[in-house]
């Protein structure tokens, strides 16, 4: 059943025809619930990070006055994620996903 049941007959026929003939448009991935479930938590997840990661070095800069902090402050960050990142996709790829 395409878009999880919230779709009309009509949308679903609709949708299988403009994909067979190759007509899609930017929007028609959020004609699927799960879709815009998973686009809406991911903005609102890239919005808390990236505000959180603001409040931090506006604090850290108003803490010490000292701009050479928040550069060491992004060398530390990108030393411990560089490592970090390559090891999470082995990880993701070779761990049973029901442990993790």
């Known amino acids: 059943e395409i878009g999880g049941g919230d779709l009309t007959a009509n949308e679903e026929l609709q949708v299988e025809q403009d994909t067979a003939a ?11 619930k ?3 479930l998973l686009w809406t938590t ?8 990236t505000l959180s990661e603001i ?7 108003e803490a010490t006055g000292d701009a050479l902090a928040l ?3 992004g060398i530390i960050t990108l030393c411990v994620q560089v490592p ?4 999470g996709g082995v990880l993701a790829d070779e761990v049973d996903r ?3």
Do not use: C, D, M, Q
């Open 22 to 32: 190759g007509k899609i448009s930017w929007f028609s991935p959020f004609l699927f």
């Open 34 to 36: 799960g879709y815009r």
């Open 42 to 49: 991911n903005v609102a997840e890239f919005t808390g990070r």
């Open 55 to 61: 409040s931090i070095l506006v604090w850290l800069y």
């Open 71 to 73: 550069g060491w402050l």
């Open 84 to 87: 970090s990142i390559p090891i």
């Open 98 to 100: 029901r442990v993790l």
